[in-house]
């Protein structure tokens, strides 16, 4: 599965945007039944086509097979069982009130598909971060396009081989190609976009789309901060640090947009947290393969530059090994970087783990909300006071408490960023409801008609219009019938 991943000829992508959109006008991908086959065939596709998967992840990124189910296929196939367990429930028209003086009429809201959408994934979960939105795309009745990651092939390759062969192949495409294809797919017109990936292509994504005022989610990468209020009890200390590394390393080694990026914790805690994280680090990662490597030499070369700058460097407590040829990088924990250098002020997507200190955990807040607003915050704390601070204090696109990343799995839980980590929210219904429009449906009879809603304009009808808009329906009948209150 090893190579080059073939391109889709970038002078056919007219012609395949023009055969998606006759598909979508034939009106099949409307269909219950159609949307249903389309989201089995995914569930189908990942448990017949398990192993290929594990050999592609670990081709790409050198996943472990059992980190691959758990972040890839095993959290998938459950959302996707979710969402045909509800589909029925979610397209059917939503009732409305309607104020008395429409009766008779009703008043609905009817999710429709949005038409032909596009979806760029990304490298770190390439097969969970491409599958997962595109089942809520087909939930919803669309034709899509899917564009994975050049940067990892061979899940791209996986994924254009087998796409075809378990959903409509007419109705859903699978493009591949450097990032030029991409620009070439964003030339033509769609009735959505959804992006994930870092920044600086989001902003091209978004100008693009601008030209055909195309309507675009962006999910992206942000530092997730993790407050540690101390934990007195030696079993509940531990329970978080186990939580703290496998929302750090043990997901994509810390390549995962939403892993924590750093910590806050008071400085009288800080020696006996590091002493723990260390401890356990010995236990988790007795393996090379128990992590995965770094993408490629570009990302690696940047996670080694954060750790150039002398002042930097001196901050290392534990690790900071790194081998070029395997593209390793050994968990790396840092006390008190400066807050100036690039670790502390750019996304570090990577096993590198700085711990601020600050004098009093209230203090942590401030901080917080002194940097952009992240995809996530976790807070590790039994103190309920401290929670609702955080919770109403701070910004972010998700609030975990006593955990990290799990919030990921949850199906009843939007996913998404707010400010600067994104906008726009998928999974489980999110998903249904980020591919559709709410359609507003009124019906009304011809039965009764008001005049008063007519020129020429009088007070009367003035008085009139006001018992209306108050909902004071008894005035409005006395006066209609010539009577005062």
Request: with cysteine; charged share 25%.
């Amino acid at each position: 599965m090893k190579g080059r991943m073939p391109e889709t000829p970038a002078l056919g992508l007219g012609s395949l945007v023009s055969g998606l959109r006759e598909v979508y006008r034939s009106g099949r991908t409307r269909e219950l039944a159609w949307r249903r086959s389309q989201l089995k065939g995914l569930i189908s596709l990942l448990t017949e086509k398990e192993e290929e998967i594990f050999d592609a992840l670990r081709d790409d990124l050198g996943k472990h097979r059992t980190e691959a189910f758990r972040d890839e296929v095993g959290v998938v196939v459950k959302s996707v069982k979710h969402t045909l367990q509800n589909l029925e429930k979610w397209a059917a028209p939503e009732k409305a009130p309607t104020p008395l003086v429409s009766f008779p009429a009703t008043a609905l809201v009817v999710p429709e598909p949005l038409g032909v959408v596009l979806i760029f994934s990304c490298w770190n979960l390439p097969l969970g971060l491409a599958l997962e939105p595109l089942s809520g795309a087909l939930a919803a009745g669309n034709a899509v396009v899917l564009k994975p990651s050049e940067l990892a092939p061979s899940t791209a390759a996986f994924l254009a081989a087998n796409i075809p062969r378990y959903l409509d192949s007419d109705a859903v495409k699978a493009v591949l190609g450097a990032p030029e294809v991409g620009e070439k797919l964003m030339e033509h017109r769609w009735d959505k976009v959804l992006f994930t990936g870092g920044a600086r292509v989001g902003r091209i994504i978004m100008t693009k789309a601008a030209k055909h005022l195309t309507p675009v989610a962006l999910e992206l990468g942000s530092k997730c901060p993790c407050i540690v209020d101390w934990l007195d009890s030696k079993r509940d200390s531990q329970v978080a640090v186990n939580r703290i590394i496998g929302a750090k390393w043990s997901t994509c080694a810390g390549q995962a947009c939403i892993a924590i990026d750093y910590i806050l914790v008071e400085e009288q805690f800080a020696p006996i947290l590091i002493e723990l994280l260390k401890s356990t680090l010995k236990r988790f990662f007795t393996k090379p393969e128990d992590m995965p490597r770094i993408m490629n030499d570009k990302q690696f070369n940047r996670l080694s530059g954060l750790l150039e700058d002398h002042k930097v460097s001196r901050s290392v407590v534990h690790g900071g090994d790194m081998d070029p040829k395997t593209l390793s990088i050994e968990p790396t924990i840092l006390l008190n970087p400066p807050l100036d250098s690039d670790i502390m002020t750019e996304e570090i997507f990577g096993p590198l783990l700085p711990i601020i200190t600050v004098k009093t955990i209230k203090d942590s807040i401030e901080f917080v909300n002194s940097k952009p607003k992240p995809l996530a915050t976790y807070a590790f704390t039994r103190n309920e006071a401290l929670k609702q601070r955080i919770i109403k204090e701070t910004s972010s696109g998700s609030v975990t408490f006593n955990d990290a990343i799990v919030q990921y799995g949850l199906e009843s839980l939007p996913f998404g960023g707010v400010g600067q980590s994104g906008f726009g929210q998928y999974h489980g219904k999110y998903s249904f409801e980020m591919f559709s429009h709410k359609k507003a449906v009124l019906k009304r009879s011809l039965l009764i008609e008001f005049m008063f809603r007519y020129p020429p304009w009088d007070d009367r009808k003035l008085g009139l219009l006001r018992h209306v808009f108050r909902y004071d329906y008894v005035s409005l009948f006395l006066a209609l019938l010539g009577l005062r209150r």
